[in-house]
């Protein structure tokens, strides 16, 4: 059995996939946050780790969600709409 020849990875390729990291871990982090905080109770320091982890949930969710998933895909039909060279 051979294995078929992967594509190079191109700074296109670590682009597509970087969003989604930084996504996943904000929300990981969110997840985390929010399990110490219900263990370790009244600490006011956890309080504003679940708030800034919060606030970065809710970044993530509208990015893919809201305003800046519509102008990315603006973008990407004002780009399809250009001129090959232009």
Do not use: C, H, Y
Not at 37 to 42: D, E, I, R, Y
Not at 44 to 54: E, I, K, P, Q, S
Not at 55 to 76: I, P, R
């Amino acid at each position: 059995m051979t294995i078929p020849p992967q594509p190079p990875v191109t700074p296109a390729t670590v682009g597509q996939w970087s969003p989604l990291t930084v996504s996943v871990l904000a929300l990981l982090t969110f997840v985390v946050a929010l399990g110490i905080a219900f263990f370790l109770k009244n600490d006011t320091m956890l309080n504003v780790l679940v708030g800034v982890a919060g606030a970065n949930a809710t970044t993530v969710v509208n990015f893919w969600l809201g305003s800046s998933a519509g102008s990315q895909k603006k973008d990407e039909a004002i780009a399809r709409m250009r001129p090959p060279g232009a």
